[in-house]
């Protein structure tokens, strides 16, 4: 089970641009789901978050800048981000609690496989 994101790429500082991360189809529940960053020789970091039928939150680093929502009806999160700076530079993994059904009610956590963001000064 793997989320699949979209969206990344090289934008120059002041640009936006808008990350899409959806879960599978077919699952129980998709619950809390959200964005982490990481830059080259950097631990990973939280981006923001949102809970179904919540508002979501975003970090303080990004606040006024970025914006995290989501579809509930698509199962997918977004995130939202304008003027962006070189510091944004990193690869930005969503992730998302997902319940699968079937038998398994466990709530596990699932990863997307990263998407590149590279912002030039």
């Known amino acids: 089970v793997q989320l699949q994101a979209s969206g990344g790429g090289l934008v120059q500082a002041g640009g936006s641009l808008r990350l899409s991360c959806a879960a599978p189809?077919?699952?129980?529940?998709?619950?809390?789901m959200g964005w982490f960053r990481q830059a080259p020789g950097k631990e990973r970091q939280l981006v923001g978050s949102?809970?179904?039928?919540?508002?979501?939150k975003v970090e303080d680093s990004v606040k006024g800048r970025f914006t995290i929502s989501r579809d509930n009806v698509k199962d997918t999160v977004y995130l939202q981000m304008n003027s962006l700076k070189p510091e944004d530079t990193a690869v930005y993994y969503c992730?998302?609690?997902?319940?699968?059904?079937?038998?398994?009610?466990?709530?596990?956590?699932?990863w997307g496989q990263g998407t590149q963001v590279t912002v030039s000064s």
């Open positions: 189809r077919n699952i129980f529940s998709v619950n809390e």
């Open positions: 949102i809970h179904k039928g919540g508002s979501g």
């Open positions: 992730y998302a609690y997902l319940i699968l059904g079937g038998g398994n009610f466990t709530e596990v956590v699932y």
